[in-house]
């Protein structure tokens, strides 16, 4: 068993539709969660991060983890075509050495369309 | 200019021949990461750098060579390029505090002929 799953997609979605991305981990030592989007043929960028069980919110976005389930959510409000991206999942251990290390999940790629 | 930059963006290789892609960041930031991006895998770790002079090995390292005697510089070494290291590289760097989050670089699309 991988890590991190994430659904690869692709997911299909009418503009204004509520997005729903999610991961599912195995590895219980995680305490840091986050979400990149990722442009085709650019780097990815950070969305967001929570640490530890609960929501976050910003904007349009929300972080959502449930430890106990190992299960992490991204929630894209009122999407737009220019949320059209893939979006990773990753996570890590608490602090020191090698826990700086990231698991990321594949990606799933996501259309918006107008 | 502020941030991390990676070159060559593009580079064309023929197979054996030693590449070296840079990676470069002005935040001072302790952790430089070098993770490669494969249809199907998604991103591989292939090495990391806790500090100057202090490197590691990730998922994927074979083949590859990193050195890092300056804070700010991570450079990647393809001792002896093989077609299956074609690749998109991304270079990524964190701090040592906190969520650790990491931000990345434009990355480099290498092709080995």
């Known amino acids: 068993q991988k890590e991190v799953e994430q659904d690869p997609g692709p997911l299909s979605v009418p503009e204004g539709a509520i997005v729903s991305l999610n991961c599912t981990y195995s590895?219980?030592?995680?305490?840091?969660f986050m979400w990149y989007r990722q442009y085709s043929r650019k780097g990815p960028e950070l969305l967001m991060y929570?640490?530890?069980?609960g929501n976050k919110e910003d904007g349009r976005f929300t972080a959502q983890v449930d430890k106990s389930s190992k299960y992490i959510s991204l929630f894209i409000r009122d999407s737009q075509p220019s949320d059209s991206a893939t979006y990773l999942c990753?996570?890590?251990?608490?602090?020191?050495?090698?826990?700086?290390?990231?698991?990321f999940g594949k990606g799933t790629l996501l259309t918006v369309n107008p | 200019d502020a941030g991390i930059t990676q070159s060559p963006r593009y580079k064309i290789t023929e197979t054996g021949r030693q590449v070296t892609l840079m990676c470069h960041q002005t935040?001072?930031?302790?952790?430089m990461f070098w993770y490669r991006q494969d249809l199907g895998h998604g991103l591989r770790l292939i090495y990391y750098?806790?500090?100057?002079?202090?490197?590691d090995k990730g998922e994927v390292p074979d083949g590859y060579v990193v050195s890092r005697s300056k804070t700010e510089n991570f450079p990647l070494t393809l001792e002896s390029a093989t077609r299956s290291q074609t690749s998109v590289y991304f270079c990524?760097?964190?701090?040592?505090?906190?969520?650790?989050?990491?931000?990345f670089g434009p990355g480099t699309r290498l092709t080995v002929t």
């Open positions: 990524a760097s964190s701090e040592s505090t906190g969520a650790g989050e990491q931000y």
């Open positions: 590895n219980s030592a995680f305490q840091y």
């Open positions: 929570t640490y530890s069980s």
């Open positions: 990753a996570m890590r251990r608490g602090s020191g050495g090698s826990n700086y290390k990231l698991t």
């Open positions: 935040w001072s930031h302790s952790y």
């Open positions: 750098s806790a500090a100057a002079d202090i490197t």
